[in-house]
């Protein structure tokens, strides 16, 4: 087993290619990851393209490599997951696994552009079976009007929209995986909540800033 760049009791941080880290994983509750979108910039959207915002110099973030390295580390980690939510951006959706059910993100005030028009909404893909299937009814959209805070990553997720995501995935005490991690929003949210955490970063600057976060006092 790869050495973790972070470890506590509640996340482990591993740096390196997550499609050979995987490969040395044992099976987890949930998967839930936003890995990147493809497109030029880290959204898919107009503006993001234009300002030319990339999260990695050793990764052009095109369609063609979304498809030929990306989407392999998702089909590989939800083969090890009872289930997954995956936030695969407007453009991509379509080079992802069908998913078993389907969500969005609104975004009423969003400033981002598409070509016909405001990037207004983010799909959410939901694989496998509700936890609480037969016990509650929860939503699978949510209006976003949350902002990320500003951590030193181009992309980061605001915490509490993630945080539901945790919420309506997994239950107290499972384990949570995410094989692009970024600046360790999923795991900030699963150490609050209870839960146990595995997050893979190939940038090391986003490893630091992740591990920055989870050595935090549990924030809930």
Known sequence: MMKPYYQDGAVTIYH???LKILETIDRVDLVLTDPPYGVGGGSGT???QRKGRHAYKIFIDSKENIERLVVP?????????????????PIMLTSYP?????????QPATAGMQRWGRADSQPIFYYGKDPRAGKTIQPSSWTLTEAPEKNGHPCPKPIKAWSRLLEKGSLAGETVLDPFMGSGTTLRAAKDLGRKAIGIEL?????EIAAKRMAQEVLL
Do not use: H, M, Q, W
Not at 98 to 106: H, K, Y
Not at 203 to 207: A, G, I, M, Q
């Open 16 to 18: 390196g290619d997550s």
């Open 46 to 48: 107009i503006g993001n």
């Open 73 to 89: 580390i998702f089909r590989l980690a939800l083969s090890k997951a009872d289930r997954a939510i995956i936030t695969p951006g």
């Open 98 to 106: 069908a998913p078993d059910s389907f969500g969005v993100f609104f």
């Open 203 to 207: 940038e090391e600057k986003y490893c």
